[in-house]
Each structure stands twice: as C-alpha cells, then as structure tokens.
C-alpha cells in the first residue's frame, strides 16, 4: 500500500510544487508579472509543447504507437460527456451560465498536465497523442458552437464556422502530432543538431508551462457562481472518471494507455476555457473559478486515481 502510494504522489507532486511556485511567484514578486505569465503560456501551447509531443512521435515506432480503437474510444466518450452536460446545463437556474458550465466540465488540460504527469511516470508522452487526437478537435468545435449558440441572439454561421475550422488545421498542438507522426511513419532520420535543438526546446513545455498555469490561478473568481463552479468541477476530476475508466478497464486498456483515458477525462480545466468564454461574450466567472478549483483539487483528485489504478494492478 505504501509502495503504491509513493507512486502516486511522485507523480503529482512534482507538478504541482511547480504549479504552487508559479502562483506565488505572480502573486507575491514582480517577477512574474500577469503580462509575463500570459506570454509563457502561449509560448508553451504554440512552441514548447507541440516541439515536445513532435519530439516524442517522431523518434518511436508509428506501428506501435497508433491505435484506432483508442482514438474512437477518446472521440465517443468526449462525445457521451458533452451530450450529457447538455442535457443537465438546462437544470441550472441561471441558463446564462449553461455554455460556460459545459465547456469548463467537459474540457480538460490534457496536452500540459498529461504530457507532465506521462513523463513523471514514464518518460515520455507515449499514446497520450491518441487522446488529443481524439477529443481535442471535437473538444475545439463543441466550445465554439455551444458559446455561439447559447449567448442571447446567438447563431452559428459560416464565417464562425470556417474560422472553427481554421482554428483546428492550424492548433499547434495538432500539427506538433500530425509531424511527429508523419516523420516517425516516413522513418526519416534526424540529424544529431536537430536532435539536439528539439531535446532542448521540447524540455522546457512543462516547467514553463506548470510555473504559467500556477501564476494564472486567482482565488477570487469562484466566489461569483459556486455551486456551478463546484458540479463542473465535480464532474471534470470525479464523475466522468468514475463513469468511464471501468468501461476503458472492460475494454483491455492497461498501463500508460489506461493513463491518457484518465488524463483525457480527470484533468483539469482548461485556462483556455476562460480566455474563450470572455472573448464570445460571456462573463467567464464560471469558466475561471472551474479552473482554479479543479487545477488545485486535481493534486489529490489525480493522486488518488493513480493509487487506485495501482493498487488494482492496472498501471
């Protein structure tokens, strides 16, 4: 038991330490300024992290990394989770908040935290490509249109809708996949310079990227809505995991596999969700205090799946 728990924590607190650094560092120094903090972060999404998941395909075996099941297993469930926050956003009594309680609940930081918590655990991203593959597009388009939509006066039309899909076939994060596979299925070789260069560039996404996610953290913000500020948060660490890992468990996925299926559905929100919800129209309360909630409850949230999973023998 002790062995296992071990585990666990060694994998989550390391990222953590980092995250709880970044917060006290913009809240208490002027090192890190929120000017500072913002330009971090989209260095880490559009440079840092795409170069780190292009660096971890590009250099392993794209027959044994590609797996369609799991891709549809990510695409299906992402689908089942928006389908069902859907459905239960019309419960709310202030139906204002019913875009911003879907997308914080359903959308999770998967590409920054998971690609932290896969290297703690086995040093290297490993199929959690495959997650992002599978949800992140479907993640893209289902925020744009449901922010659209529910916004008094709203409508989807084809500009929005072109500029969705511009958004996706040029997400960083999707061509860092979509080269990293390429380049490992051609078998192209790497010349050591260019090895070299990318090693170093791809090692700094999650340091940077942990310290910037800690500094956008703003304690104030949930205050404004917490009951559904605490149910998205419940069902984005909690509810989906509980629902679906024994599906992803009955379905044979095992080990760094079974990994990635509970990043993709007990990770933490998004802090794109916010900069999202302000930029269509909405008050981003909700959308905020999501994020810092389940961004500090996820230390143990993560923790204690992890110890689950171990403790039953399937990681």
Partial sequence: MLENLLFSLNATVPMFCIMVLGYLLRRYTPLMPESFADAMNTFVFKVALPVQLFENLSTSDFHTIWDGGVVVFCF????????????????????????????????????????????????????????????????????????????????????????????????PIILGIAAGLVWSLLRLPQPVMLQRGVESLAATATPLGLLALGASIDLGRAVGCWRPTLMATAFKLVLFAAAFLPLAVVLGYREEVLVVVLIMLASPTTVSCFSMARSMGHDGTLSSGAVMLTTLLSAFTFTFWLYLLRSLGLI
């Fill in 76 to 171: 299906l469930v992402s689908l089942a989770s928006i389908l069902i926050l859907l459905a239960l956003s019309y419960f709310l009594r202030d139906r204002s908040l019913q875009a911003e309680f879907i997308q914080a609940s359903y959308r999770g930081s998967q590409a920054l935290l998971g690609a932290a918590l896969m290297q703690n655990i086995y040093g290297s991203t490993g199929p959690l490509a495959l997650v992002l593959i599978g949800a992140v597009p479907l993640y893209n388009v289902a925020a744009v249109v449901l922010l659209t939509l529910m916004t008094p006066g709203g409508h989807l039309d084809r500009r929005t809708a072109a500029k969705t899909v511009r958004g996706i076939v040029t997400n």
